[in-house]
């Protein structure tokens, strides 16, 4: 009777993380910043380059980030894209509070999506929750998202930990703008500082 009793404690304590570690990503095409570490198994990569001002230049990361790319008076930046082709039985992001880029001319699927540019990158939003609602997505690797208008959505089985961009755009004849929703940083003015989140497994 003992030995059963062990068991079901364990299975109390553990099954929520090995349930999590099989959740897929949700279907459609999108995009998310790529990590030190890599992006999803199966996912195709790119990069974007910015060209930032050239005098004095105040471009900026948080101390010990883990963007994967190449970092000084500019800027660039790799991408993990979901493949079309990938099956995937769930349909839907989660409800919550944060963003992700996307990919295409549709939004991937979500009833509350709002779009914006910045800098001709396209963004998709989630505002339909709380951040403070843990969310099931992957846990098998680390990955980004972005800040909405709350501190970063808790993730269930993941650490996070928030990491920031500075762009130091041009000073002159610069054309920034933004409308709509967009993530937290973004705005009309010269420089941007965007806010992500960082996710990394527990344990």
């Known amino acids: 009777m003992k030995n059963r009793g062990v ?3 364990l299975c109390f304590t553990f099954c929520p993380s090995v349930i999590a570690a099989f959740v897929e990503w949700p279907f459609g095409t999108y995009t998310l910043v790529k990590p030190k570490s890599g992006c999803p198994s199966g996912w195709q990569e ?3 380059s910015q060209d930032s001002e050239d005098g004095r230049n105040r471009n900026s990361l948080s101390f010990g980030h883990h963007f994967y790319g190449s970092f000084g008076r500019n800027l660039k930046f790799y ?3 979901r493949n079309p082709n990938m099956f995937s039985g769930r349909r839907y992001w989660p409800s919550g509070n944060y963003c992700i880029l996307k990919h295409g001319a549709s939004c991937p699927k979500g009833k ?3 779009t914006f540019f910045f800098k001709c990158v396209l963004f998709f939003v989630r505002e339909d929750g709380s951040y403070k609602t843990k969310v099931q997505l992957p846990t098998r690797n680390p990955f980004f998202l972005l800040r909405f208008t709350s501190p970063c959505q808790v ?3 993941m650490y996070v930990r928030e990491e920031s961009v500075k762009f130091d755009d ?3 004849n610069n ?3 933004v409308s709509g929703k967009y993530p937290m940083g973004a705005s009309n003015g010269r420089n941007q500082r965007l806010l992500y989140c960082y996710y990394s497994p527990l344990g």
Do not use: I
Request: charged content about 35%; aromatic content about 10%.
């Open 170 to 172: 041009e000073d002159r």
């Open 46 to 48: 790119g990069w974007r």
């Open 112 to 114: 509350k999506g709002k």
């Open 79 to 81: 991408y993990c894209t």
């Open 175 to 177: 054309k920034n703008s």
């Open 155 to 157: 993730v269930q089985g």
């Open 7 to 9: 068991l079901v404690t």
